[in-house]
């Protein structure tokens, strides 16, 4: 049985390394057949200790989210909560732009799957939204921003600018555009608060949906 316990963790170290330099190559399209052979495994192998592909996507950015829940804590006592939520957020955009197949399982969750108390999603959100909820409270930031918001934002940008040949920069620029928006003085983005606007710009179109 120890025999046994020892070739599992050898295989699944073997298996995590593998998956680690597919994701970077083919982001969150990585095969998993593909991993299963340049590990010398089987892919029961590879499912049995990654039943699913968020599993293994989850497995493969667990080191990264540490550093980024590690960043939201020490940031909790900044001063400036605005500038603190802000650091925070930039260097998730950051991460998730450079780090292929993240923004991928951030943007999408399956309503039918229960997520583990583990998952990106659910980390990500339980460093970064201390940070939001104090700067709202500090009236830093408006109201109505939600950490769904910035988790969006942050997911739209790096998907946007990953093929640019610079997208660190872009992103970075479409970042600074964006976050104007979450200043209380400003509405959602200089959005007009008016629903006209809605009606005006889709009057004539067809009532279907997409």
């Given at each position: 049985?120890?025999?046994?316990?020892?070739?599992?963790?050898?295989?699944?170290r073997?298996?995590?390394a593998?998956?680690e330099?597919?994701?970077?190559?083919?982001?969150?399209?990585a095969?998993?057949?593909?991993i299963?052979?340049?590990?010398g495994?089987g892919?029961?192998?590879v499912?049995?200790?990654f039943?699913?592909?968020?599993?293994l996507l989850?497995?493969?950015?667990?080191?990264?989210i540490?550093?980024?829940?590690?960043?939201?804590?020490?940031?909790?006592?900044?001063?400036?909560?605005?500038?603190?939520?802000?650091?925070?957020?930039?260097?998730?955009?950051?991460?998730?732009?450079?780090a292929r197949?993240?923004?991928?399982?951030?943007?999408?969750?399956?309503?039918?799957?229960?997520?583990?108390?583990?998952?990106c999603?659910r980390?990500?959100?339980?460093?970064g939204?201390?940070?939001l909820?104090?700067?709202?409270?500090?009236?830093a930031?408006a109201?109505?921003?939600t950490?769904h918001?910035?988790?969006?934002?942050?997911?739209?940008?790096?998907?946007?600018?990953?093929?640019?040949?610079?997208?660190?920069t872009?992103?970075?620029?479409?970042?600074?555009?964006?976050?104007?928006g979450?200043?209380?003085?400003?509405?959602?983005a200089?959005?007009?608060?008016n629903?006209?606007?809605?009606?005006?710009a889709?009057?004539?179109?067809?009532?279907?949906?997409?």
């Open positions: 049985m120890t025999g046994q316990r020892s070739d599992a963790r050898r295989n699944y073997r298996i995590l593998v998956a330099a597919e994701v970077a190559a083919h982001g969150a399209d095969s998993q057949e593909q299963a052979r340049t590990a495994v892919s029961a192998t499912r049995r200790h039943p699913t592909r968020r599993a989850e497995a493969v950015f667990q080191k990264r540490e550093v980024l829940c590690e960043h939201a804590h020490r940031l909790s006592a900044a001063e400036d909560s605005r500038t603190a939520l802000l650091e925070w957020l930039r260097a998730l955009v950051v991460y998730a732009v450079s197949g993240f923004a991928n399982i951030l943007s999408y969750e399956p309503p039918t799957e229960e997520p583990s108390p583990h998952s999603g980390r990500i959100e339980a460093a939204n201390p940070l909820q104090r700067a709202i409270r500090d009236k930031v109201p109505h921003v950490f918001d910035l988790l969006t934002l942050a997911v739209g940008i790096a998907l946007a600018t990953e093929h640019h040949e610079d997208p660190v872009q992103a970075d620029r479409l970042f600074h555009l964006a976050v104007e979450l200043s209380p003085e400003r509405g959602i200089g959005v007009p608060q629903s006209g606007s809605w009606a005006l889709t009057e004539g179109l067809p009532n279907e949906r997409v």
